[in-house]
Nanobody
């Protein structure tokens, strides 16, 4: 079992920045790919960003491209989502998710919720106008 714990959410004014962290513990896989999703009130959970295990590949939703950056520290089993130029429409609960990848897939990224087996509890991000 892998536990994921997000932190770093909060209230910020439009144009501001936040950095979310996702720490993995428990039975950590030798390799795992990471995803970030968000869910606003009354809306479905949507893909935000993905990071391969190797760290060499990233993928972003069009709505956040150029503003958000995901990265990772494998030694600390931690992943980050740097969010700049935040907008009120970025307000949501943000979730990190992880899935194991095996030899040959270290560069793979995943965008579907169904492709992830482990989820954090979520952290609230609120952007005021």
């Amino acid at each position: 079992q892998v536990q994921l714990v997000e932190s770093g959410g909060g209230l910020v004014q439009a144009g501001g920045s936040l950095r979310l962290s996702c720490a993995a513990s428990g039975r950590t896989f030798s390799r795992y790919a990471m995803g970030w999703f968000r869910q606003a009130p009354g809306k479905e959970r949507e893909f935000v960003a993905a990071l391969s295990w190797s760290g060499g590949n990233t993928l972003y939703a069009d709505s956040v491209k150029g503003r958000f950056t995901c990265s990772g520290d494998n030694a600390k089993n931690t992943r980050f989502l740097q969010m700049n130029s935040l907008k009120p429409e970025d307000t949501a609960v943000y979730y990190c998710a992880a899935r194991a990848v095996y030899s040959g897939s270290s560069g793979a990224t995943f965008t579907s919720r169904n492709e992830y087996g482990y989820w954090g509890q979520g952290t609230q991000v609120t952007v005021s106008s």
